[in-house]
């Protein structure tokens, strides 16, 4: 017992020492240059009752309860949020310069406790406004593990928000939407693809590759296609920045062809994720897919492929009309 106890003791005097080494202050700031002029972009953040229009957590639980301190644009304003899936919080309006800053005093109470300043500046460039919206805060020294990877968790979240507000804006021209269906129950399908495995960022040129090319097999070997193409992605690196996909279109007859494989997707449920916009937004979209796996608790199976299936042609669809669902394997 005493041997047990020191080996305890050890580990949690290492644990100690590990998390004093942590940084305890956090910042995590994003800009946009938005095409509107500053009062236009800033009445939609000073507003408290316009943040449900383009909240990037709103959109995972649109039912929210919402509740509102008057007055809702002006010093001592607030909102609070009490979500099934978000959790729950309120934010107070601590002072404001018109068209210019915004300070905004933040406190979350689900899933955990925290509170951190948030503050928001609109700097005029000719007719369009560059948006900064930051926030910093202190984590409590059991959640010191945390400080470093805020930026990475939240700064995403705030890139779609602050897209969000330029399309509530009046500033459509890179509109996106993302949307949560829910789960779907995948048919089996077979196909045949291009096996890519490499930098995620040659993904782009291999796809522009890689479809054409396939789907010009599949017609010249008497394959008839089935449905519109997909990649499998049966691995991500993100330390080292590299992926294992196949970049594939669906068959009814699948043929060997030298160069390309074939195989086979068994019936599965997924949590699908719909993004109506370029493809340049596909990392937002992946992000919010398992942000929202992670708020539903969704369990997504782990050695079972994720699937991007572009459900419009790009030849033939742009903007808004361009749509792409996000397939998650679920247990």
């Known amino acids: 017992m005493g041997i047990f106890l020191s080996i305890i003791a050890i580990i949690v005097i290492g644990a100690v020492i590990w998390l004093s080494m942590q940084p305890a202050n956090y910042e995590v700031v994003r800009r946009r240059v938005i095409k509107v002029k500053p009062e236009v972009v800033y009445a939609n953040v000073a507003e408290l009752k316009q943040w449900s229009q383009w909240n ?41 310069v018109e068209n210019e800053s915004i300070e905004q005093a933040l406190k979350f109470y689900k899933p955990m406790k925290s509170k951190s300043d948030v503050y928001w500046r609109f700097n005029a460039i000719g007719d369009t406004t560059e948006v900064t919206w930051g926030m910093r805060g202190k984590m409590p020294f059991l959640f010191r593990w945390m400080s470093k990877m805020m930026d990475q968790w939240v700064g995403k979240d705030y890139e779609i928000g602050l897209a969000r507000l330029a399309a509530v804006s009046g500033d459509t021209e890179d509109a996106f939407e993302i949307e949560f269906p829910g789960t779907v129950e995948g048919q089996a399908e077979d196909y045949i693809a291009s096996h890519y495995v490499g930098p995620i960022d040659d993904m782009k040129a291999a796809m522009e590759e890689g479809f054409p090319k396939v789907a010009a097999a599949a017609v010249e070997h008497g ?13 991500f ?18 043929k060997e062809v030298d160069g390309l494989i074939t195989g086979s997707l068994l019936a599965q449920k997924y949590m699908r994720t719909t993004l109506k916009g370029d493809y340049e937004h596909l990392e937002l979209a992946w992000h919010s897919a398992f942000s ?14 994720m699937v991007e299936r572009y459900t419009t042609d790009p030849a033939e669809s742009s903007g808004l009309d361009l749509v792409t669902s996000i397939d998650l394997p679920l247990k």
């Open 292 to 305: 929202h796996a992670r708020m539903y608790k969704h369990k997504i199976q782990m050695g079972k492929p």
């Open 56 to 96: 990037p957590w709103i959109m995972h639980e649109p039912d929210t309860s919402l509740e509102y301190g008057e007055p809702t644009n002006a010093a001592s304003g607030w909102y609070s949020w009490d979500g099934k899936f978000i959790g729950s919080g309120k934010m107070t309006i601590t002072s404001m």
């Open 223 to 235: 394959m008839e296609i089935s449905a519109q193409p997909f990649t499998l992605y049966h691995e």
């Open 237 to 254: 690196d993100m330390k080292n920045k590299k992926v294992i996909c196949d970049i594939a279109v669906p068959v009814n007859n699948p």
